[in-house]
């Protein structure tokens, strides 16, 4: 199994809208082999926290590969992440 942590900073502009149609695209994904999808806002409880996390289970390392690659994951990246975050990082661990 992997788990796939990832963290972003929002711009300054970002309004709680974008945040929202972002969470609705990513809920509507429907990859094989993921599950467990956990979306949030940091809830503020100290200052310099990344703002909004995105966790995923994977069966394996091909569904890694499926969900970083799908078409319409991509498509939300791109539509909805990218205009809103400053910069992200990501990790994958095996569990």
Known sequence: MIKHVAMFKLKSDVRPEQV????????????????????????????GNYDLLFMCDLEDEVAYE?????????????EFGGPITERGE????RL
């Open 20 to 47: 929202d149609a972002l969470f609705a695209a990513m809920r509507q994904l429907r990859i094989k082999g993921m599950s467990g999808l956990i979306m949030d806002r940091d809830a503020g409880l100290r200052p």
């Open 66 to 78: 499926r969900y970083d690659t799908d078409q319409e994951h991509n498509r939300i990246r791109r």
């Open 90 to 93: 990501r990790i994958q661990i």
